[in-house]
């Protein structure tokens, strides 16, 4: 696609449901990337995925959190027994491989709001 | 690993003054420096980066950034603001030279507000 693609934008779920949110990145991007951005602070790494592997997961933070790709393409970040400190804006974004300093384009977030 | 510092997390300013929004980082490596720029409810966009060559780069919208490696400063300007230039500014590194899997490191984020 033109842009990197997340749903849904907004989530309200109930604290100790699961939840699922999805990322479709750009077309021919391989490199993957979940950040995740509480309110009044920076962007947190959570995880990379190169392909459909992922090399770098050190961000993740608890057992609660995983993702998955598959085809080299749309991703899912799955949330676990949601907590309320769970509540945050999770920013998918992609990049090109093997071009120096590519930077990432970003998708416009998925707001998660646990209650 | 490296870190980067935006030392002001607010900055107001009255419509058509000009703006400074400051970041400095730290690393032990070579780095690739970005400043992304995010509206309400939207992702972060590329403002501009430096990769090599001169020091002052041109991004979209009019600003535009200095590197200083002695000063390991990266600062974002712009000469006249809009009002739609409200938004908050992240800086970014990465190691340089990193082709695949390379992390960008972000700062806590600048608040821009520009006033009538």
């Known amino acids: 696609g033109a842009g990197v693609s997340q749903s849904p934008s907004n989530k309200v779920t109930e604290k100790g449901k699961d939840v699922e949110l999805r990322c479709d990145p750009i077309?021919?991007?391989?490199?993957l990337y979940w950040y995740r951005q509480s309110l009044g602070q920076g962007l947190e790494f959570l995880i990379y995925f190169q392909g459909n592997s992922a090399p770098d997961k050190s961000g993740l933070p608890s057992d609660r959190f995983s993702a998955e790709r598959t085809g080299g393409s749309v991703s899912t970040l799955t949330i676990q027994r949601t907590q309320q400190e769970d509540s945050a804006v999770y920013l998918c974004a992609s990049s090109l491989v093997g071009v120096l300093g590519s930077g990432y384009t970003f998708g416009s977030g998925t707001r998660l709001t646990v209650v | 690993a490296q870190s980067v510092t935006q030392l002001d997390s607010q900055v107001p300013v009255f419509e058509e003054a000009p703006v400074e929004l400051r970041c400095n980082y730290s690393s032990s490596v070579s780095v690739y420096l970005f400043w992304y720029v995010q509206y309400p409810n939207q992702g972060l966009q590329l403002l501009l980066k430096y990769l090599s060559g001169s020091t002052l780069v041109k991004g979209i919208n009019g600003f535009e950034a200095e590197f200083n490696k002695s000063q390991t400063s990266f600062h974002l300007r712009k000469p006249s603001v809009h009002i739609s230039d409200t938004a908050e500014y992240f800086c970014?590194?990465?190691?340089?030279?990193?082709?695949?899997?390379?992390?960008?490191?972000f700062g806590e984020g600048t608040q821009l507000t520009v006033n009538p």
């Open positions: 077309s021919g991007h391989t490199a």
């Open positions: 970014a590194v990465t190691p340089r030279g990193e082709t695949s899997g390379s992390r960008l490191t």
